[in-house]
Every structure is written in C-alpha cells, then in structure tokens.
C-alpha cells in the first residue's frame, strides 16, 4: 500500500516538529512547512534516513508565498492525504485596552488567515479526489476564554468554528476533517508569547507537569491511524495538573 503524505505548517518546533518526527518514522510521507530554513534541513537530515521528505520554506501569512509554493508542487508530492495545521503563535498577555495592535494583527494572522490560505490551496486536490484529512490544532483557549487572553482565545475560537464548518461543507466529498486541542505544552510557546522572557516562560510551567510535543504527536498519530468510517472530529488533551485555563495544581 502507497504511504500517505502528509502535510504540516509549523513543523520547525513544538508540536509540528514532534509530529514530523514521529510519521516520519513511522512510514508516512513528510512535506514539512516552516520560515527556518536551517530547521527544516536539520529536520529532513534526521528523517531522510526512515521517509520521504519535502522541505517547504514559506510564511503561512503570505497569501501569494502559499500560493506560489503549492502552485509549484513537483508532481511527485501534489497528493496530500492529510493536512496538518499546525502553525499559530501566541503574542503577549495583555488586557484588552493595552495589547499591542501588532499583536493582534500577528495572531490573526496566523492562526486564522494562515491556516485558511494553506487550507484553500490543498482542499481542493482532496475534493477532487473524494478523500483526504485535515487536522486542525486548536486550543483550550477556543473552548473557553481567560483574563489577558482576549485576541488569542478570540483566534482559537474561529479555528473551533472554521473546523466545524469545514467538516459540513466537506461531508460530501468523504473528507475527514478533526481537531485537536491541548491545555499547557511545554514547548517554545511561551517564550513567543513573552518575546523571549524566559522566566516568564518558565513560572507558566512552573510546579506541575505540562503537556510535551510527543504527547500531541501522538494523539495526532492516533487521529491519523483510525479506520476511514470512523472520524475523531474533536479532542481535548490536558495535563493531570490541569481542569481549565485557569485551574492549575502546583506544588
């Protein structure tokens, strides 16, 4: 049986990179997508050795760079069985009548407008061939909302939306469409949020056991693996330590 490709945005860290890693190892065809271009060779170094690999360098907020790039698909690599979107980004912690107007346009832009233009260039070789799955990383911050969390929450929020439309418009074409939503991950999260303060990063995690990108990378794997009548359209994956955005056991 030919391997599936699979396609994931933000594949140079965090989640995407844990889940790079282990579909590639496990067989599935990998076209990673990412803006750090010594990331991505350093990626298709390690899983070149187990899989097939493309490297895409591009930005998912570029609309005409998105399209350029699927546009220029060498044939080989035009049949994407899954699409993961996984890029997104968190910029500051602010109440609303202080954030930053730069982050907002940053989170809107790539949390939602990203993961649509990417969407809008793969759908429709899915469509055409009446199958395909796309997995889009949502977030406990689309399933409630917390203080200084506007904008964000606001994002995940239209990523919660945007999948279940997706789903009812897709049904008829035999397209499964899930989404996957974690609580606390360690991974580079926080430091993009914080601008590279790395105690600020850290007191996030600090005296409970989060979330890690293999985690993820696993349910991802799971949600992949399970026979074509069966589709886990949502899921929410917390740490022990944690009930909701703001309810956190620390030691």
Not at 95 to 120: C, F, H, P
Not at 179 to 185: A, D, E, Y
Not at 201 to 228: C, Q, S
Request: proline fraction near 2%.
């Amino acid at each position: 049986m030919e391997n599936k490709t699979v396609l994931i945005t933000g594949a140079t860290s965090g989640i995407g990179l844990a889940t790079a890693r282990l579909l590639g190892s496990n067989g599935f065809n990998i076209i990673a997508c990412g803006r750090r271009k010594e990331r991505l060779d350093e990626l298709k170094n390690i899983l070149e050795k187990d899989t097939r690999i493309l490297t895409l360098e591009f930005d998912v907020r570029n609309k005409n760079a998105v399209n350029k790039v699927f546009n220029s698909l060498p044939e080989e690599w035009k049949k994407i069985d899954v699409l993961i979107n996984n890029a997104g980004n968190a910029h500051g912690l602010d109440t609303i009548d202080q954030a930053s107007l730069e982050d907002w346009d940053l989170m809107i832009d790539i949390n939602v407008k990203g993961l649509l233009y990417v969407s809008r260039a793969v759908i429709p070789g899915m469509v055409s061939r009446k199958s395909g799955h796309i997995i889009n990383i949502g977030s406990l911050a689309g399933k409630e909302t917390y203080a200084k969390g506007n904008v964000y929450c606001g994002t995940k929020h239209a990523v919660d939306a945007i999948s279940s439309g997706m789903r009812k418009d897709l049904l008829e074409h035999g397209i499964k469409v899930s989404q996957v939503c974690p609580g606390l991950v360690n991974t580079e999260f926080s430091e993009v949020r914080f601008k590279g303060d790395e105690k600020k990063a850290e007191n996030v995690y600090k005296g409970m056991e989060p979330l890690y990108a293999e985690d993820i990378a696993e349910i991802i794997e799971f949600v992949i693996t399970r026979p074509k009548h069966v589709n886990i359209a949502d899921s929410l994956i917390l740490p022990l330590d944690q009930a909701s955005s703001t309810e956190v056991k620390r030691s």
